[in-house]
């Protein structure tokens, strides 16, 4: 099976067949036992002791820049839900997820981060669970990728380049270090913006 997001408050899922169900996230407790799914899965599994920075990365995106050199490439990061976020470095990563950032750059020579704390991140209606926004949010994304402005995203979508990377990861820090993490108390209704 595999979920996917299709409006605000609704989910779906592909059954091995193809089809999908359609459900909807009832209210807040839904979405954030979704959330804590993730943290769990990630905590143990893509964060955890286990975990091995992948050497042969860059490897693989010059590969596929050396297959298609005539493409332009506009490379970016997916937003996650900013507790999610938060467990990258909580679980000691912080280092991985520079190395990606830079590795990225060093290849591509910019990269769109639209991870991190940030207007987007921190809203749990952009989100069906903490790793998949909502499809209906994507327009927030193509405008930024377009170099477009969006009244209050100026810190979503962070163009990066070698010139900014170092200044770029050190705001992150501060903001994990200055800014509280988002409400995540259940109450029972749908989720709102913090």
Same mark, same amino acid.
């Given at each position: 099976?595999?979920a996917?997001?299709l409006?605000p ?5 592909y059954?091995i067949?193809g089809q999908m ?10 979405f954030f036992?979704?959330?804590g799914a ?7 599994f ?9 050497d042969?990365?860059?490897f693989y995106l010059?590969?596929? %820049?050396?297959?298609?050199?005539? =493409?332009? @490439?506009v490379v970016?990061?997916m937003?996650?839900f +900013?507790?999610?976020?938060? /467990? ?12 990606w950032l830079k ?9 769109h981060?639209?991870?991190?704390i940030? %207007?987007?991140?921190?809203?749990? =209606?952009? @989100?069906?669970?903490?790793h998949?926004?909502?499809? +209906?949010?994507?327009h927030? /994304?193509?405008r930024r ?14 163009r990066?380049?070698?010139?900014n990377?170092?200044t770029?990861?050190q ?10 993490p988002v409400?995540?108390?259940v ?5 709102s913006v913090q």
């Amino acid at each position: 099976m595999v979920a996917c997001a299709l409006g605000p408050g609704e989910y779906g899922v592909y059954t091995i067949n193809g089809q999908m169900h359609v459900g909807h996230i009832k209210d807040e407790r839904e979405f954030f036992h979704r959330v804590g799914a993730n943290m769990n899965f990630f905590g143990l599994f893509r964060y955890g002791k286990s975990y091995i920075y992948n050497d042969k990365y860059k490897f693989y995106l010059q590969t596929l %820049r050396n297959s298609y050199p005539n =493409t332009r @490439f506009v490379v970016f990061t997916m937003p996650e839900f +900013e507790p999610l976020y938060r /467990l990258i470095y909580e679980r000691g990563r912080g280092d991985a997820y520079a190395r990606w950032l830079k590795e990225t750059i060093e290849v591509f020579g910019e990269v769109h981060d639209f991870m991190g704390i940030n %207007r987007f991140t921190r809203n749990p =209606t952009n @989100f069906y669970d903490g790793h998949h926004f909502y499809v +209906e949010q994507s327009h927030i /994304l193509v405008r930024r990728l377009k170099g477009g402005e969006i009244d209050g995203y100026d810190d979503f979508g962070i163009r990066v380049t070698k010139a900014n990377l170092n200044t770029h990861l050190q705001s992150q820090l501060r903001d994990l270090h200055t800014i509280p993490p988002v409400n995540t108390t259940v109450s029972g209704k749908v989720p709102s913006v913090q």
